[in-house]
């Protein structure tokens, strides 16, 4: 089919290859040979009278006018999409799909679990993709890339609707036979002691940096990780305490022996929350996605 002259098969093609900056990756993706994509960015490249992806180095790197397409390619796809999703019902026992999940390790440890045990009856229909979640997730919940987002309030966006799932508040774990493993905690401990901390990113922290920042409350980090469920075994045998949260550290606290301390200040709860793309509420089988992890939030709450 075309329109105003371009095949719009072809824009599934460059939103692909906007995304991937590769062409044996948009091929792949596509299930075409790769002279078939080449064929194909050639005739985009003919349409917008611009190269689209140009190699730069090593690297294939966007040109100007792709980057000012790729949200409005990805606007217009993501609309295409969830028209066609919107079907009369979504019946979990035949239909045949896979969600795609942007969220944290955190997330992975708390209410995923409950989640694959109230889908579990339907493992032979449902799958899910769990997406590792960035710096800017609501980039690819605009892209369509990610059908559901699972974070903190202060990461979801503005601009699409969200709902909060559970509350969770932060404490602080500590090897239950070193120097802190006796509690209480107090301030100038707190301070004093070496920390073990994770970074979300390699350039930051997770929320518990923010809001200690907040209250100019500076820690002594002697160990960093990209891992967050390595933060309690990096504990364990030291005399390092770290700041988590709360469900994790009760999880933590089951199999390995470290003590569950209260933090000796104030320090802000923080919702999780559940967001998705607004053109996509209508869409049946994201509703009954979303059922899904409300009734596992209320599961967690009974646990």
Not at 75 to 94: Q, W
Not at 148 to 154: E, Y
Request: hydrophobic letters at 45%; charged letters at 25%; glycine letters at 4%.
């Amino acid at each position: 089919m075309r329109f105003n002259k371009l095949d719009l098969n072809l824009l599934v093609a460059l939103n692909h290859l906007i995304v991937t900056k590769s062409i044996s990756g948009t091929a792949e993706r596509m299930n075409l040979s790769q002279s078939a994509m080449s064929s194909a960015l050639g005739r985009l490249r003919q349409y917008f009278d611009d190269p689209l992806l140009v190699r730069v180095g090593q690297k294939m790197e966007l040109t100007v006018r792709a980057e000012t397409l790729r949200t409005e390619i990805a606007d217009v796809l993501t609309r295409i999409e969830a028209a066609l999703a919107t079907k009369p019902a979504f019946d979990p026992k035949v239909a045949s799909r896979e969600f795609r999940l942007l969220v944290s390790d955190y997330s992975l440890h708390t209410i995923i679990p409950p989640v694959l045990q109230l889908t579990a009856s339907f493992a032979d229909h449902i799958r899910f993709r769990f997406l590792r979640l960035t710096e800017k997730p609501n980039v690819m919940i605009e892209r369509g890339e990610a059908d559901l987002l699972i974070a903190p309030r202060v990461v979801c966006s503005p601009e699409h609707p969200s709902v909060k799932l559970f509350e969770d508040d932060y404490c602080c774990v500590a090897w239950r036979r070193g120097k802190y493993g006796k509690g209480p905690l107090t301030r100038r401990a707190f301070v004093a002691a070496g920390h073990v901390r994770y970074l979300s990113s390699p350039t930051a922290g997770a929320l518990d940096s923010v809001l200690l920042d907040q209250l100019e409350i500076a820690r002594r980090t002697e160990v960093s990780t990209f891992a967050f469920s390595s933060v309690p075994h990096l504990v364990v045998g030291t005399d390092r305490i770290a700041v988590v949260h709360r469900r994790t550290a009760q999880l933590w606290a089951r199999h390995l022996p470290i003590t569950v301390l209260e933090i000796p200040f104030p320090l802000e709860r923080f919702e999780q929350q559940m967001q998705w793309h607004q053109y996509r509420s209508r869409d049946p089988g994201i509703t009954w996605m979303r059922d899904i992890f409300e009734r596992a939030a209320s599961k967690m709450a009974c646990d």
